[in-house]
């Protein structure tokens, strides 16, 4: 990751994160110490909590785990799986545990959604400079372009039972990108890393990822903040959650101004333009990260109606989305977990 990419994320996310930390520390009351480690990795800043005697053990497993999957995701990194991915000519590459869940994840999300997560927008994100901070808004052609080289439906993940393998073939013209997943399969993977050194109780936030382990040490529910977009310092509300992943995509997070003109990352892959239905943010609440994350970012670009239709087919989780008409709305799994605390904002409970 080039450094001028990280500092400006931090720059963005320091205030969300110690709000977060601060939530979530300073509930976990009890006896069990408390431990702490701060990873920088996927363009972002993490800080991971555990407590307990295997605190310590459960942490360093689980940066482990963080940085393994850092360096083998990172599209501009020629010793990454994904670099591979991308310049294998439509041949196949090996690939781990973790990728194949991603993209199977992906996979289902792209089809049940009609496409709104396609992990093969990684040529447009690129042109746009949201990998490189070199902002630019593309010409009609070039985003043309872009999206001719879209190709999620045509990659294809073979699984090799015997072996325990995968390998992923893409068409020579796509490039992958994990961005819209990996932290949180790598959040999920942290955790299970946490678990198995012993650690009963603890949690990863990820930039706009949160995941937890166990109940506090005292027995009782985490307490999440979720951010206000229009004043990162504060936040709309926090829901109460056990063992859970909490995640959230949304416009503020990385964005440029252009002529008076906000554009942000999130891009629609039907337009390969910055996502506009009237979402500031969608936040997902259920237990499989690498799901949450997927979801986050699809729910985001399907924006509110799409997005609640989405969850009365589907269901498994629940959803807190944030509009830019200051309106929460949750899903009704919620309505006793959604405490709101901004009351600039009104709130609406979905059936």
Known sequence: MKRTRIC????????LLLCLVSALGLAACGDAKMEQKQVIAM?????????????EAGLNAAEAVILSMDAMLDPELPTSTVYAINHAAGANTVVSAQIAKMLSTAQTVYKQTGGALDLTLYPL???????????YVPTEEEILSGLSRLCFDRLVLTSFPASGSYAVSLPAAGEISFGAIAKGCASENAIDAMR??????????????VQTLGLKPDGTQWTVAIQDPNDTEKWVGVISVGETAVVTSGSYQR??????????????????????????????ICEDGTMADALSTAMFVLGE?????????YGGFEMILITNDYRIICTKGLIERFTQTNDSYTLRFSE
Not at 43 to 55: E, R, V
Not at 198 to 207: E, K, R, W
């Open 305 to 313: 109606t799409k997005a609640l239709n989405y969850w009365r087919t």
């Open 43 to 55: 363009d972002t800043i993490m800080t991971l909590t555990a407590y307990g005697k295997q605190a």
């Open 125 to 135: 994100i690129k042109r746009w400079g949201f990998v490189d901070g070199k902002y």
């Open 196 to 209: 198995q050194a012993g650690v009963t109780s603890g949690i990863v936030s990820l930039g706009g990822n």
């Open 255 to 284: 964005f440029f101004t252009q002529k008076n003109v906000t554009y942000h990352h999130i891009l629609n892959p039907k337009t390969g333009r910055p996502s506009g239905t009237g979402l500031l943010s969608a936040t997902i």
């Open 8 to 15: 400006s994320n931090i720059k963005r996310a320091v205030a």
